[in-house]
Structure formats: structure tokens, C-alpha cells
């Protein structure tokens, strides 16, 4: 018989061999378990037990312990609060992530947490009894059309990667049911596309037609009419772009993509420059989703839960995912009589609690502070790059929207080794995050930033005095900036070995 | 210009940064801003729904708390399943999953400055391994039913075929979903089977996968051998879909040959929140790794030798491979499985076990007790059953349902609309926050409403309007 500490000891060969001296920053939870530690009480039984070889008769019962961890609550909270310190957070620093719009996330918003009525109600419970969660729900549903312009609002995919992929589904359905499918098979999808755009359609069935942007990352009209005809099924476009430029000709393509049959999908990616300013539907868009982590502040979660609302036309209505929420002037209910519709992409009701959350958000802002909101967002961006000019290369120089892209290039030239990573990385050792780099595409060794309004003129300045210090780097101690981090507690870490051999279990580790 | 409690600037900032940039000062500096965007786009929103200004954050708290009291459900003993379980969530949890530095982190792709968020994915896909009795686990999908769907995705990759085959006891939502996901690969099909035996004596060609749920959508009991001998014969798939709590007491479903398990975490530790964000977990074997779809943590080293972790795998991801990828999907459900993570850490193999057990004595305690009334019945006669159970009523459920509601109990899942053809079916399930007081309750109400001591309210739709049932103290 093999004790669970020597089993754990046979099966920990990352902690032996060449790394000996070296031991991780914090032991996993099962190097921590002491088996029959308890970490919690639990009620009992409470009723005449009967065995369970009776009640489950002819059922297989689990044959082993699954080596789950066994601990003391203290040293359970104590791991994790050390796993926590770990982590760079929005509230413990800044990030100038573009592209995602890492904003502070207010705490009001997580007010309905501390609610039993709402957190403990389940999906399943019959509409009367689930009055107040179902106004929160279509309430969103209807102030996400003032806030879009569109005509309906699901809000059941669980993440903005479903509701594209939930947007192209009803582009689809339009497509089948007026009997054009056959014919359009295609959807465009420029270059400087985030990547769930191209991965979205596919997951359709759809064939995807890449065009190449013009060199500002707008769309190249030439080479949208060079694609556009019968088989044209839609666009997928941000707007603005990924480069942070605003697409000026936006009426001219909706107009030409319409022509020709198609249908315009809004990414909802980069919301967060024009909420409150323009509309998406007043573009010429057909279907658009909204990523709540970001234009409405629901956390991020260290990368999930979502929530992807998706807003459409009243050509796409009949469409949208079943159930939606509705209100017939006394009561709130769910309709599911909806025959053309898509089917269903979510178990239950969507994420709620990102819901509730967004509801929040917009009810703390109200159309005058959405249009502040944008506005200081776009601020930020324009002083960060006015800035920082003279330091970094910035191809596309001129007033911006939420974010822009720099390069890497003059420091590249100072030494060889130097390159848009290095200098990423070594904003963690003044205790911030890197910027997106090398994203999007088209543009060579980017750095995309995004400051998002909540961050003041003093954490700007700050960003702005450690780029030309990193600058400064570059020119005089070049190893420093490659050999970044130096202060975080780990090194670079070698991303390549892990991908090509594959260390995904405690218990079969082979790294 | 708008100050605003969530917006740092005062207008001197606003004026020296607009200076800064060389735009003019004030409201019209700050409206060139956007010139870019033509002028007949750029209107002020309507307010149909939308407030005109923001409401303060004490109003926001009324607000909320009357909202969460609308909810005439809140405090009633919830005999519900079907899919999400009124579960004890221990307060550490809470208290851990509160931590701002995992709930306000970005994706962990700076593996430098995450090593929190990777450690606990990490945590977790081990735990979820050991449970499934599998090699590997992804860092979760959406939820368990859009598991399923990206676990036939999954299959159809692997086998390049075209025939889902499931059972009609696997959850009618996930197999919507499926049905969703699965048309965007062309000409597919996924066929429903009434049982095990009619599945496998079906046509044998071109079968992608098995889609079966254990314990299934009922809280019966189906044969995965002789679906993995169906399976074996035919080259397909063999996905099954679990409760994470039943692995407590039933054989891991990888040691009875699933290829793949998949389900939902919302029982560990996650609040039922009407509906999520829950997470879907997908484990499989070591052979079919790189088709899993989603994020994925791995062990690797820094450059100086230091044992770390990092997101891995990474090509086979959106961001990288596009339309190649193997699935669109970007974010998971980070803070899900971090409570996740948390729980199955509290409660260990043998808390996990004791809950597995204690629904199991509990569920059939009451079932046995709710079958003495007279009329009630159970639909799967002499079939076991884990810890949920179909039975079926005398009475309109509906108008049961409402008339329980009206005594503090939610009663269970009405069958009718998800299967029609058990008109007058209900399903129950007990946890450990239904206490033996709970069910003395439920017996003796439901007896009263059967006998006709008790008046129902028509077709339970009225009870709206009626006042709000006294609350109930819950061990919640």
C-alpha cells in the first residue's frame, strides 16, 4: 500500500531532478494534503441510511478515493490568498491592455452578490416566483437597445465569442430561410480581425474571405468591392478598427455590403471608444454583440465569465436564441415561441450575474456619463500617444480613438536583440502590465494601448515616464530590458518546452 | 463634461491633456475628439430605458434589494434540479473567489504576472481528471451543456464522421445546444434514442460519437460498458456527460471507458444565480489532448530553472490559428473554477463522498416517503436512481407546484414542457440544504394538497398577484 505524501513524492518529478534547488512558488494543494484533514463541516445525513449497494443495486460505485486534496481550512485559505498575491489585478495596478479594456470595475456592482434573493434563485424556478431576476434581464435587454440602436437583444450567449458566434448563426438562419444559403457562403473578414472572427464564421459553416486592409488598418474599399457579390453572406468589422482608427467610410461600406446582399456583423470589441457617442445600428449594421467585461466593466475573472449580448435589426429578430425575456405590461416571462429561431447556445438563462452587474453599471452612468465615458477613454489615448511621439515609432500618428499602436522599431535599431516582447516584459519590473503586443496582425512587432477612462492624469504620467525610461534602457543597458521581468517572481518563462511536452495533471507531470 | 465618481478627471485634467495633445480646451477640444466620426452618426442616446443621468450608488442598493425581494422564490426549501442544485457553498469560497486579485486579473497570457490564476487552473484540471478518472481536463467551457456540444465538435474532429447518436435522457438543453452547434458542421445529424438498447441496435455507420449523461437527466442509471462495446465496434466517440457530486459514490466515468466526460461545476461551490455563470468541464484521453477545445495549463520552467506554470497549447487556439482553430471559444470561466477549485479543496474526497451519499439517502427517503400518498408514483418503476427522481402526480403539476410555493417549498422540475410525454411528471431532487425538516414539510403539504385539504390556485399563474408567501427559513 502506497501513502497518498509517498505517491505524491513519486509523481513530482518537476520538483526533482536538475531543478533541485529550486522549488515552486507555492506548493500545490495536493504536495499541502494531510489525509482526514477536514476543511469545512458538513451537515449529516439526517435520515435512516440504508447501504448504498442497496439503493444503487447493480449501479458501479466508484472503485478508488479520487486523490483530491485533504486540508485544514486555514492552510485551504492561506494557499489561495498566496496564489492571489501572485496576480496583477485592476485594482492593484494599471493595465494598458488594447483591445480589451481593462477598466476599473466599480463595486457597486457587485452589490447584487450580497443578495440571497438573487444569487440563490434557480433557473429553473417558475416565472411568478422569479419576478425581480427577470425584470433585471429584460431590463438590460431594453437599455442595450437605447445604448446600440438596435430593435432586439438577447442576452443568453455566455461570452462575446458566442454571441458572434450566435450573430453569424442568425445571419445564416436569415440566409436559409429567405433561400439564399446556397448561394451565400462567404463571409469578409479584414486582416487586422481579432482572431474569433474568422474562428466564429468557421464554426458556421461559412467559407471565410480575408482581405487585406488598407495600411492604416481601415477597410481597403477597393478590396471589399473586389470580394463583394452574390456570395457574399456578411462582413465581420470592428469599429474602430484594432488599430484605433475610426472607420470614416462606415456609411459607404454598409451601403456597398447591402447592394451586393450581405449583411454588416459589428464586433463589439472596441465599444468602449463610441458608447454614448454614436451607434452601431445608426452605421448600417445588421447584428452586433457586446463584451460586458469590457465597454460595461463586469470583471474580467483572471479570463472569464463572460456575458455577450447580441443586438439585432427586426429583420433578425425572429432569430435570436430561445428563450428571451418579455414583458407583457403586468408581468415579466419567458417566450419561447419563437419558431425561427436559432435554438438555444446556453443551458439556462445566461451568465446572470454579469447581467445584474451591466444593469448596474448602466444605471450608475446614464446616457451622460456613457458619452463621458467614451470621451475621457479617448482623451487618455490621445495623451499617452502625444506623449510618447517622439519616443516610439507610431505608424498611424494622428488623433486616435480608444486606443493606438506603437512599434518597437527605433529600439530594435539601437541593438538587435531588442524587440516588442522584451520591452512588454519589462513594464512588469515598474509594476505594470504589458500592453497587447503583437496583435493586430498587420501591423509588425505592435504594442497596442489602451488606457480606458477610469485611470487618472497621475497613473498616465507615470506609464508615460517609464516607456521613455524602458527607452532610455534600450540605449544604455540593452540586457536589462532583454532579460526582463527581473522582479516578478518568476523569469521568462519557456512557453516552447511547455507546448511541446505537455505537463497538463499533478499526477502525470513529465516536464 | 460630466464628473463622475468612476471617472477621475476634473476639468483642469481634461483641459491640460486636451493642451497636451494641441486641441482646444473645454467641451469643444474634448468633442473633436471624435471628428473622425461623421456628424449625422454622432446624436445624443435615447433615454427610452436608459436614465438621463447616473443614479447614485444608495439608490443603487434599493434598488437592487428590491429587485432581489421580487423573487418570491428566495427563501423556500428547493427541491429543484435538473441540471443546477441548491448546494452548500462553504464561506471561504466566497471569501477566496472576493479576492479582487483574481476577480479584477486579465487572462492569465502574462504568465510572469498571473501564476495565481494559472496555479488554480492547473488545480483544477488535475481534480477534474482525478474525478472523471481521465488524463487531461481543459481549464472549462461555458457550462456543461455547451460541453457536450464542444465535446461532439470535438469527436467529429477526431473521427471525421458525421452521426451523433444520443439518448433522450440526456438533458433536453444540452442536447438543444448540441443540435445548435453541430448544424455548423454541414450535413450532420444527431439522433435521439429512446434507450441504451435501441441505440445500439441502430445503424452502425459513420458514427462521430455516443452522447449519454450519467446520472442521467431523470437521475437513472444508463450502461456505459455496453455503450462503449457499441462504441468499440463502430470507432466512435464515447461521451459522457456527469454530475461532478455523483463521482463522489459512481465509478469515474473514464475508468468505465468514456473517452471523453464533460459536465458542470456549478454544484462545486458555484452560486445558482438563475441560470450562471456556471463552467462546463471537459476531460479526455492523453491521445486526444490537442483536440480539446479552450484554454489549457500547463507545468513549464522560467529560464532560470524554476518549476512555473503558463497557458499552453496555445496554437490550437483562436488567437493563433483562426478559422483552423478548434473552437472560437476565448474566454472560460476563470472565476468559476476558481471556487471550483476552492471547494473540492475544502471538502475533500471524502466530503465529496458524503454529500454523494447524503443526496442519495436523502432523495430516496423522500421519494419513498412521497410515494406512500396516494396517486403518486414513480415513472422509472423498479429502475435505480441516484439523487434526482421522475414521479409523477395525480394532479396538474402546475397547480401542485403553486400550492407548495404558497407553503415555502419548490417542489421540483415539471416535466410536461420538456417531455410531453410525461404530462403530469416531476422531478425531485434533495441535497443537503433540503433537511429532513424540509421533507417532513414537503410530505405533509403535498399530502394536503392531494387530499384536497389544501387549495390549489387554478393554473398557478394567478398566485402572482397574490401576496408574497410568508418566507421561510431556509439553511442557506
Keep these: 500500500m502506497i501513502t497518498a505524501t509517498e505517491q505524491n513524492n513519486m509523481t513530482r518529478p518537476i520538483l526533482n531532478g536538475d531543478t533541485s534547488d529550486l522549488s515552486p512558488l507555492q506548493p500545490s494543494v495536493f504536495d499541502q494534503s494531510r489525509p482526514g484533514a477536514l476543511g469545512v463541516s458538513l451537515p449529516a445525513v439526517g435520515v435512516i441510511e440504508q447501504p448504498l449497494e442497496t439503493l444503487l443495486q447493480g449501479v458501479r460505485l466508484r472503485g478508488d478515493v479520487p486523490r483530491l486534496p485533504e486540508m485544514a481550512q486555514l492552510d485551504v485559505v492561506r494557499h489561495f490568498v498566496k496564489l492571489s498575491k501572485l496576480n496583477h489585478s485592476i485594482d492593484g495596478g494599471f493595465y494598458p491592455l488594447g483591445s480589451c479594456t481593462m477598466k476599473y470595475n466599480p463595486k457597486v456592482c457587485d452589490f447584487y452578490g450580497m443578495l440571497p434573493g438573487l444569487t440563490q434563485l434557480h433557473p429553473l424556478t417558475p416565472d411568478v416566483d422569479s419576478q425581480g431576476s427577470l425584470r433585471v434581464i429584460y431590463t438590460l435587454q431594453e437599455m442595450l437597445k437605447d445604448v446600440t440602436g438596435f430593435d432586439a437583444v438577447t442576452l443568453q450567449p455566455a461570452a462575446g465569442a458566442q454571441g458572434e458566434l450566435v450573430g453569424i448563426m442568425m445571419i445564416k438562419a436569415h440566409f436559409k430561410k429567405t433561400g439564399q444559403l446556397t448561394q451565400r457562403r462567404q463571409i469578409i473578414v479584414p486582416d487586422s480581425a481579432h482572431g474569433t472572427n474568422p474562428a466564429s464564421a468557421a464554426m458556421c459553416g461559412f467559407d471565410i474571405v480575408e482581405i487585406k486592409s488598407a495600411p492604416n488598418g481601415l477597410v481597403d474599399l477597393d478590396a471589399l468591392k473586389a470580394v463583394l457579390g452574390p456570395s457574399t453572406a456578411g462582413i465581420m468589422l470592428t469599429n474602430p478598427s484594432t488599430l484605433g482608427l475610426f472607420e470614416k467610410d462606415i456609411l459607404e461600406i454598409s451601403r456597398l455590403v447591402h447592394d451586393a446582399g450581405g449583411l454588416l456583423y459589428y464586433d463589439g470589441a472596441n465599444l468602449n471608444a463610441i458608447v454614448g457617442v454614436a451607434r452601431p445600428a445608426d452605421m448600417g449594421f445588421d447584428v452586433m454583440h457586446i463584451n460586458t467585461h469590457k465597454t460595461f466593466a463586469t470583471p474580467h475573472g483572471g479570463g472569464g465569465p463572460g456575458c455577450g449580448p447580441v443586438c439585432v435589426t427586426a429583420q433578425l429578430a425572429p432569430y435570436l436564441p430561445s428563450p428571451n425575456a418579455a414583458f407583457d405590461g403586468t408581468r415579466y416571462f419567458w417566450d419561447s415561441n419563437l419558431p425561427d429561431s436559432i435554438g438555444r447556445v446556453k443551458t439556462f438563462n445566461g451568465n446572470f450575474e454579469m447581467m445584474a452587474r451591466a444593469l448596474t453599471y448602466l444605471l450608475a452612468y446614464g446616457a451622460d456619463g456613457l458619452k463621458q465615458v467614451a470621451t475621457d477613454a479617448v482623451l487618455n489615448a490621445n495623451y499617452i500617444r502625444s506623449q510618447l511621439q517622439d519616443t516610439y515609432e507610431i505608424p498611424y500618428n494622428r488623433i486616435c480613438m480608444h486606443e493606438f499602436v506603437m512599434n518597437s522599431h527605433k529600439q530594435h535599431a539601437m541593438h538587435d536583440g531588442l524587440n516588442t516582447l522584451n520591452i512588454a516584459k519589462r513594464l512588469m519590473d515598474y509594476g505594470i502590465h504589458p500592453m497587447t503586443v503583437y496583435f493586430p496582425l498587420v501591423a509588425h512587432e505592435a504594442m497596442m494601448i489602451e488606457p480606458t477612462e477610469t485611470e487618472c492624469k497621475d497613473t498616465l504620467d507615470h506609464f508615460i515616464a517609464v516607456m521613455k525610461r524602458i527607452d532610455d534602457e534600450c540605449r544604455t543597458t540593452p540586457d536589462v530590458v532583454i532579460n526582463a521581468p527581473h522582479t516578478m517572481p518568476i523569469k521568462k518563462v519557456d512557453e516552447v518546452t511547455a507546448a511541446r511536452k505537455p505537463a497538463l495533471n499533478f499526477y502525470c507531470c513529465t516536464v | ?476
Design chain 2, 1 to 476: 463634461m460630466v464628473m463622475h465618481n468612476f471617472l477621475p478627471h476634473t476639468p483642469s485634467d481634461r483641459d491640460a491633456m486636451l493642451a497636451a495633445i494641441g486641441l482646444p480646451t473645454g467641451q469643444a477640444g474634448l468633442d473633436s475628439l471624435f471628428d473622425d466620426i461623421p456628424q449625422s452618426l454622432r446624436n445624443p442616446l435615447p433615454t427610452s430605458t436608459l436614465p438621463q443621468s447616473g443614479m447614485d450608488e444608495a439608490s443603487l442598493q434599493s434598488l437592487l434589494t428590491e429587485l432581489a425581494t421580487q423573487n418570491t422564490a428566495s427563501g423556500k426549501a428547493c427541491f429543484m434540479g435538473g441540471g443546477a442544485y441548491a448546494r452548500f457553498v462553504p464561506m471561504a469560497v466566497n471569501t477566496i473567489a472576493s479576492r479582487s486579485e483574481f476577480y479584477t486579473a486579465y487572462t492569465p497570457y502574462q504568465p510572469e504576472m498571473s501564476q495565481g490564476t494559472l496555479q488554480v487552473g492547473f488545480e483544477f484540471q488535475t481534480m477534474i481528471a482525478e474525478l472523471t478518472g481521465l488524463d487531461t481536463a481543459n481549464a472549462s467551457v461555458y457550462d456543461g451543456g455547451v460541453a457536450v456540444a464542444e465535446a461532439a465538435m470535438m469527436a467529429h474532429r477526431i473521427t471525421k464522421k458525421t452521426r451523433f447518436l444520443t439518448l433522450n435522457s440526456v438533458h433536453p438543453h444540452y442536447r438543444g445546444i448540441t443540435q445548435t452547434y453541430v448544424e455548423g458542421l454541414g450535413e450532420v445529424s444527431l439522433e435521439t434514442f429512446a434507450n441504451t438498447r435501441a441505440l445500439t441496435e441502430t445503424d452502425t455507420s459513420n458514427v462521430a460519437a455516443v452522447i449519454v449523461q450519467q446520472p442521467n437527466f431523470f437521475g437513472g442509471v444508463e450502461d456505459i460498458t455496453a455503450l462503449r462495446s457499441f462504441c468499440d465496434a463502430t470507432k466512435a466517440i464515447l461521451i459522457v456527460s456527469s454530475d461532478p457530486t455523483s463521482l463522489g459514490v459512481l465509478e469515474a466515468p473514464g475508468k468505465l471507458g468514456a473517452d471523453i466526460v464533460v459536465g458542470d461545476i456549478q454544484p462545486l461551490g458555484n452560486n445558482l444565480s438563475y441560470g450562471g455563470p456556471y463552467g462546463g468541464f471537459m476531460a479526455t484521453k492523453t491521445q486526444y489532448m490537442r483536440q480539446l477545445p479552450g484554454r489549457l495549463v500547463g507545468m513549464a520552467k522560467d529560464k532560470d530553472g524554476r518549476p512555473c506554470y503558463t497557458l499552453t497549447m496555445q496554437t490550437r487556439e483562436q488567437h493563433i490559428r483562426r478559422e483552423k482553430a478548434t473552437s472560437n471559444i476565448c474566454t472560460n470561466q476563470a472565476l468559476n473554477i476558481l471556487k471550483a477549485t476552492v471547494y473540492l479543496t475544502l471538502v475533500g474526497p471524502q466530503g465529496l463522498k458524503h454529500l454523494a451519499n447524503l443526496s442519495v439517502q436523502r432523495t430516496h427517503h423522500l421519494v419513498d416517503r412521497l410515494t406512500q400518498l396516494p396517486g403518486v408514483t414513480p415513472i422509472f418503476e423498479g429502475q435505480p436512481y441516484v439523487f434526482e427522481c421522475a414521479i409523477n402526480l395525480p394532479k396538474p403539476v402546475n397547480e401542485v407546484l403553486a400550492a407548495l410555493s404558497a407553503q415555502g417549498i419548490l417542489g421540483g422540475v415539471p416535466l410536461a414542457d420538456l417531455y410531453p410525454e410525461y404530462p403530469n411528471g416531476l422531478l425531485v431532487t434533495c441535497t443537503e440544504l433540503t433537511t429532513p425538516e424540509h421533507m417532513d414539510r414537503y410530505v405533509s403539504a403535498l399530502s394536503a394538497i392531494l387530499s384536497g385539504t389544501t387549495v390549489t390556485n387554478g393554473n398557478g399563474k394567478s398566485s402572482f398577484m397574490a401576496p408574497t408567501a410568508p418566507a421561510v427559513a431556509c439553511s442557506l
